[in-house]
Nanobody
Framework: QVHLVESGGGLVQAGGSLRLSCAASISIFSINAMGWYRQAPGKQRELVAAFTTGGSINYADSVKGRFTISRDNAKNTVYLQMNSLKPEDTAVYYC??????????WGQGTQVTVSS
């Protein structure tokens, strides 16, 4: 299966920025879709940003204009640049991949905490 390792989370003041990284164990060029999800205590996991199987990029309405997803194929890494962070962004952020043969895989998550 595809192994995913997230990093870059931490504690930041409202209005600050963080950059999350998701390193994959295989070439991300061969992965059909990759994205970032987040989950706060007592809430369902939600899509934050993703490269879709159709080649487009989807963002949650709550992060549009503030977050940017990008990738570096040479490093097999997907990034999530998070700017203008708000306390409501506090959650564990998970990387997800979908591969036609290897299926869906999740990373262990990285904690993002935004204080007011």
């Amino acid at each position: 299966q595809v192994h995913l390792v997230e990093s870059g989370g931490g504690l930041v003041q409202a209005g600050g920025s963080l950059r999350l990284s998701c390193a994959a164990s295989i070439s991300i060029f061969s992965i059909n879709a990759m994205g970032w999800y987040r989950q706060a205590p007592g809430k369902q996991r939600e899509l934050v940003a993703a490269f879709t199987t159709g080649g487009s990029i989807n963002y949650a309405d709550s992060v549009k204009g503030r977050f940017t997803i990008s990738r570096d194929n040479a490093k097999n890494t997907v990034y999530l640049q998070m700017n203008s962070l708000k306390p409501e962004d506090t959650a564990v952020y998970y990387c997800n991949s979908y591969h036609a043969l290897l299926g869906s895989n999740w990373g262990q998550g990285t904690q993002v905490t935004v204080s007011s």
